[in-house]
T-cell receptor
Framework: AQSVTQPDIHITVSEGASLELRCNYSYGATPYLFWYVQSPGQGLQLLLKYFSGDTLVQGIKGFEAEFKRSQSSFNLRKPSVHWSDAAEYFCAVGAYGNKLVFGAGTILRVKS | GAVVSQHPSRVICKSGTSVKIECRSLDFQATTMFWYRQFPKKSLMLMATSNEGSKATYEQGVEKDKFLINHASLTLSTLTVTSAHPEDSSFYIC????????????FGPGTRLTVL
């Protein structure tokens, strides 16, 4: 069965510092991978996605993610975090029937 | 990008009543929509797949008679929580995938249900 692991429940970074959120997946076939962001009480916004091709994908708001098949990982990065990036981030893998399997989420706190 | 709306955004109801939540794809057609439930500080749990013109497909452990899903048109799916109880209080989110190829899903803003 498909699964997604986000090892870090909370991460705190200083404003302007770099960020990396970890995501590992388990899926038998070529995965479709997504990162979503959720602000409190809001729905999910897609940051970026990987379907095929270049393993380094660029997203909105200055985020990028790198697909590493050998490590079954799809880590999210941002070189310089802004206070407005504080939110919860979900990694997801696209499963059979276009369903999404989500990780548990990582809450990002930004220190000023 | 495509837009998905949900109505209402918040609802408070008494125990034993039923609540209907609407999910609409505003600028595209969706033969399939998904309903998720999110508990506080938890991830999203897929409840069911809503299929236009046919019965919904429920995930294991989700009560079909409790959570009624109707996909009335290519742009509208509804989730009705029947005989709601406090344990049904949660954040409900719908999503709809784009058509063709590997699909990206667009999420509604969510509905906060509180059952007193």
């Amino acid at each position: 069965a498909q699964s997604v692991t986000q090892p870090d429940i909370h991460i705190t970074v200083s404003e302007g510092a770099s960020l990396e959120l970890r995501c590992n997946y388990s899926y038998g076939a070529t995965p479709y991978l997504f990162w979503y962001v959720q602000s409190p009480g809001q729905g999910l916004q897609l940051l970026l996605k990987y379907f095929s091709g270049d393993t380094l994908v660029q997203g909105i708001k200055g985020f990028e993610a790198e697909f590493k098949r050998s490590q079954s990982s799809f880590n999210l990065r941002k070189p310089s975090v802004h206070w407005s990036d504080a939110a919860e981030y979900f990694c997801a893998v696209g499963a059979y029937g276009n369903k999404l399997v989500f990780g548990a989420g990582t809450i990002l706190r930004v220190k000023s | 990008g495509a837009v998905v709306s949900q109505h209402p955004s918040r609802v408070i109801c008494k125990s034993g009543t039923s609540v209907k939540i609407e999910c609409r794809s505003l600028d595209f057609q969706a033969t399939t929509m998904f309903w998720y439930r999110q508990f506080p500080k938890k991830s999203l749990m897929l409840m069911a797949t809503s299929n236009e013109g046919s019965k919904a497909t429920y995930e294991q452990g989700v009560e079909k008679d409790k959570f009624l899903i109707n996909h009335a048109s290519l742009t509208l799916s509804t989730l009705t929580v029947t005989s709601a109880h406090p344990e049904d209080s949660s954040f409900y989110i719908c999503s709809a995938p784009t058509s063709g190829g590997p699909r990206e899903q667009f999420f509604g803003p969510g509905t906060r249900l509180t059952v007193l």
